[in-house]
């Protein structure tokens, strides 16, 4: 649809957003901290009242810093119309939700969608009037005889929050489209470099910037990218609902954005390198990992995806809550705490089972939730492998 998308994408995100008109030639596009925007006359005042989109009018609306990073995430998918941006992924995924439903509307929400996700479908979206009724991950494109009249759109998370099933996304979208359904999806995991979803017949896509597009853990941020078709009513949700992004967290943003290609890359190297080896350890008895073909919908990520990033989960073999608190408390290089996406490892107890309705999610063992970050793979090897050993040892980890 537009030239930028002829290069790599790790050509594109060098270039992407870098417009001469608001770099004024610095690599970087500057940090422009605004409320009032200052007009010569009351003409030009009114003139921009007229056609405020894109241009400076009021601090509400951004600046050349914030155009730059939507602009370019614009630019990761190929069919997009926009972007809008967020103070958090939550911001988000909530905007995306209110500009497509209204009272009345139904929405059918994927079972293994990240848990705020749920909370703002019950906790908002129900006390709206709006419904919604979970599917299982691995619907595909049976998703079309859950349709009722009312239903209005499908929320997709490719791989699903904690359990990492691949969801069919062009099964779903095209059973969608020929109701005239509206897709969703958050898209945070693959990011629009090894997964454009707006190419795979998504209408909006979402992204928790404050993962791998900020990469580093230091700010918190949200976008939505949506089609021609989509993208006025995301605006103008965005506008009422007074959203609005500091500048110097979006410089943050394109600032992580210029490194994403290669970060990614490392990531996806490292994880692959961990989650093979933890397939291979007697304290393991599942890996649930995209790229492995032990993980429920595979071959749909093999069939859809350029590559795969840093997080994953694994049950252990057995055992309880104590013995995943002694081995996640016993690593040296993993950090315990929420979010991912930075370039340093986490280790995460995570329990599924009580945050499904419409599927049920069962392990030999409790999971652990890892984000390899960028160190190297063998230490991150020996930590776990110190940690399960002992596991193993305790009695409780040996398999079947
Ligand atoms: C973290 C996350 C979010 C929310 O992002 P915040 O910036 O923390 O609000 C949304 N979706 C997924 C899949 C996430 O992992």
Redesign the pocket.
Known sequence: MNDENDVRPATRVIAAGRRKEWTQGVVNTPVWRASTILFDTVADLRAANASPNDRLYYGRRGTPTQWSLADALTGLEPGAAGTMLYP???AA?AMALLSVLKPGDELLMVDST?E??RAFCRNVLAPMGIATRFYDPLAGAAIADLFQENTRAVFM?SPG?LTFEVQDVPAICAAAKARGIVTLI?N??ATPLFFPAIGHGVDLTIL?C??YIVGHSDA???SVTAVPEHFEALRRTTHQFGQHVAPDDAALGSRGLRTLDVRLRQHQAGALEVARWLETHPGVARVFHPALPTCPGHEHWRRDFRGSTGLFAFAMAGGDDAARVRLIDGLDHFGIGF?WGGFESLALPVDPAPIRSATKWQAAGPLVRLHIGLEGPADLIADLERGLDRFVAEGAGAKA
Do not use: F, I
């Open positions: 958090s992924g939550v995924v990240y705020p996700t998370e929050s958050d945070t995991w928790a404050t993962k918190m941020l949200g979010s």
